[in-house]
């Protein structure tokens, strides 16, 4: 996958944005997080929180009163360290502000700048106290008892394993208050050395958690208010844990698994890679009514001459069997996609072709971007790259035919009853949304008494990104697994 997709909706998100709820505690040590990037950081940071919870902090959202400031970065866009070494020009005003008043605060930068750069932040930026990458967070309690003492901490080794140790160690503790909805990562890191791509530099190689870290883990966090858990994983549909037997696993099975835990009321997992969707993950979306009719199935160009040149390891062809195969499985699924325009050597052709591919899939939504080179990556130093204004062009057109999918899409929906898991507050008083077994974001009036329930809601209006509706069961929650039911009945 390409993690751009979602950095969109979690791009700068504080801990009580992602849902971590302040704590009132008035001696508590205070920490700041603020989240850039994909829905995996967004997770790292829920279990930042919970580590440091157990250390005596609580969450705030204000800067200026923290004792501890947290950057979880993300290096996927353009120009990402320049963006962490500017905020840290501001947070270092705030830490001589607070030092005037006699007030501590450490610094930290975490996540995949953190893990790309090093010390090199601590260099160009002294207020920073610690760097620390992915692999690092659940040593966190130790990495700031070595920072307070006045050293300068860099923590970029990998051990994806240790950490996942560590971090279910905790999961078995008490876990901040999450959101109705929320992210459980998996698994971490990338094979697949696609060649547009930093991730299988910045997060290493494949590690998949064991079966009982994530049954334990989702058990926790279904007991603590979550109905809806996304699998999370560079590449999740690679995932294949241990389970208790010493038998290796795959992502049908464990969904399965995951269906029958107490409360869990709906699963989805992201992103897949169409070369790891195995028969038992397909007849997982025929069979589990948990399981969200929906499906982001990255498959970047339409055309074969540039899937070889992005080493993908599939033809459009294959591509084209493995969605037919899901619609026959599901045939109600939501398919979204990653597209990314004017690789090095597309052609008109290449690009036409990637076109007719998208006409041919019909998404219900999809994520486009202009490839830009990435520093470290094989496709960065490639010859014919192609001007820009080719790229601007073909995005533009791409994006249009995108968007008018998925505005048919969505009016497929219109007069439709489904069930919508209510999240949060609206933007208008008396308002609620959650989001339909498709994805989309439903606003319905209702009390925020809701959040938290499944609600039967009837699709009463279309806008370009969301959808409106009412409430049709008053205020009875939809408890159990066929509230969700996708296969023909129950939307
Ligand atoms: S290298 Fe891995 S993470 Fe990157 S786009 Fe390819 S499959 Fe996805």
Known sequence: MTHRQHQEAADQTTPAQQGVQADARPNARKVFMRTYGCQMNVYDSERMNDVLGTEGFSATDS??????????????????????????????????????????????????VAQAEGDEISRRAPVVDLVFGPQSYHRLPELLAKASGGAKVVETEFDIDAKFEHLSERAARPVLKRPPAAFLT????????????????????????????????????AASGVREITLLGQNVNAWHGLGANGETWGLGRLLRRLAEIDGLDRLRYTTSHPRDMADDLIEAHRDLAELMPYL????????????????????????????????????????????????????????????????????????????????????????????????????????????????????????????????????????????SPWLQPVAIDGSEDLIGTIQAVEITRI?????????????????????????????
């Open 63 to 112: 800067m200026e009163d923290a004792d501890l400031v947290i950057l979880n970065t993300c290096h996927i866009r353009e120009k990402a360290s320049e963006k962490v070494y500017s905020e840290l020009g501001r947070i270092r005003k705030i830490k001589e502000e607070r030092a005037l008043a006699g007030k501590d605060m450490m610094v930290g930068v975490a996540g995949c």
């Open 186 to 221: 998996v698994q971490e890191g990338c094979d697949k050395f696609c060649t547009f791509c930093v991730v299988p530099y910045t997060r290493g190689a494949e590690v998949s958690r064991s079966v009982e870290q994530i049954v334990t883990e989702a058990k926790q966090m």
């Open 296 to 435: 982001h199935l990255p498959v970047q160009s339409g055309s074969d001459r540039i899937l070889a040149a992005m080493n993908r390891k599939h033809t459009r062809d294959e591509y084209f069997r493995l969605v037919d195969r899901i619609r026959e499985a599901a045939p109600d699924i939501a398919l979204s996609c990653d597209f990314i325009v004017g690789f090095p050597g597309e052609t008109d052709q290449d690009f036409q072709d990637t076109m007719d591919l998208i006409r041919r899939v019909e998404y219900g939504s999809a994520f486009s971007f202009k490839y830009s080179q990435r520093p470290g990556t094989p496709g960065a130093t490639m010859s014919d790259q192609v001007p820009e204004d080719v790229k601007s062009a073909r995005l533009l057109e791409l994006q249009e035919l995108i968007a008018n999918q998925q505005t048919a899409f969505n009016a497929s929906r219109q007069g439709m009853t489904c069930n919508v898991l209510i999240e949060r507050k609206g933007r208008h008083a008396g308002q609620v949304v959650g989001k």
């Open 463 to 491: 806008a370009a990104n969301s959808l409106f509706g009412r409430l049709i069961a008053g205020h009875h929650d939809l408890i159990g697994s066929t509230a969700d039911g996708h296969q023909g009945g129950g939307i």
